[in-house]
């Protein structure tokens, strides 16, 4: 396995148009492959990167024999995307001010050894910005 070559890809099982615009205008993702319409879409951080992130229309993923949407609307919250920070209350505040909705403002989390708050996008996917450090 090549797990630090991951690519973090969100399902979309609800609007593929407003999680696009979610990355593009809030996050500030950069589209390689695909479009606002899908039903895939790839994103970098910048031109010179490889693809880090996706989003896949998840009504799609009926091409993969096996595999059925779960019979459920909430968010299980078994899972969450990490991203790492050089300057959390910067990003935190640039975040927002762009519109992204922050569970609470940054906080630090002595157990953890870092500062980090959380955010979900429009699918209710929940992700960590954090500094890794106290």
């Known amino acids: 396995m090549k797990f630090n070559e991951t690519t973090i890809r ?3 099982r609800k609007n593929y ?5 979610f990355y593009t205008e809030k996050i500030g993702l950069i589209p390689v492959w695909g479009d606002r319409s899908g039903p895939y879409t790839s994103f970098t951080v910048s031109p010179d990167l490889p693809p880090c992130f996706a ?3 998840g009504s799609a993923m009926s091409l993969f024999p096996g595999y059925s949407q779960p019979d459920t609307d ?3 919250d078994t899972i969450a995307a990490v991203i790492p920070t050089l300057n959390l209350d910067a990003d935190y505040q640039r975040l927002k001010a762009a519109g992204v ?3 609470n403002e ?3 989390i002595e ?3 870092m500062r980090c708050t959380y955010f979900r996008d429009p699918e209710g996917n929940l992700f960590e ?3 890794g450090d106290i």
Do not use: S
Request: proline fraction near 8%; hydrophobic fraction near 40%.
């Open 106 to 108: 940054p906080q630090t």
């Open 111 to 113: 157990a953890w050894g």
């Open 55 to 57: 989003i896949f229309d």
């Open 17 to 21: 148009g407003e999680c696009y615009d």
């Open 129 to 131: 910005l954090n500094d």
């Open 101 to 103: 909705d922050f569970l």
């Open 74 to 76: 909430k968010q299980p």
């Open 10 to 12: 969100i399902l979309v």
